[in-house]
């Protein structure tokens, strides 16, 4: 994911919803969007080329509800910090 795009949404913290499905997004995700997102409660990652994992930041995002992802997107499909958030 190119660093100038994933700084420019982590400087959304109002943003509640975040659609980025079938943009054929590469590389990982960074980190910083789980602790400079507080409001987010949508975001679709699905039908891109992620790699890696969902970082465990993400597990800080507490008012996500809906999490849309392609299961062969990412190593793990899930980190630890979100199964128990989602449980």
């Known amino acids: 994911l190119d660093s100038a795009l994933a700084a ?6 109002d943003l509640r919803a975040l ?3 079938g943009i054929e997004l590469q590389g ?5 969007w789980g602790s400079s997102l507080p409001h987010l409660s949508y975001l679709n990652l699905s ?4 790699a890696g994992t ?3 930041s993400f597990g800080r995002l507490s008012a996500l509800a809906v ?6 997107c990412f190593t793990h499909t899930c980190t630890t910090a979100l199964i128990t958030y989602f449980a």
Request: hydrophobic share 50%; net charge negative.
């Open 8 to 13: 420019a949404i982590a400087s959304l913290s």
């Open 54 to 56: 969902l970082p465990p």
């Open 47 to 50: 039908h891109n080329a992620l």
């Open 28 to 32: 990982v995700l960074p980190g910083l």
């Open 67 to 72: 999490l849309y992802e392609c299961p062969y």
């Open 19 to 21: 659609h980025i499905a």
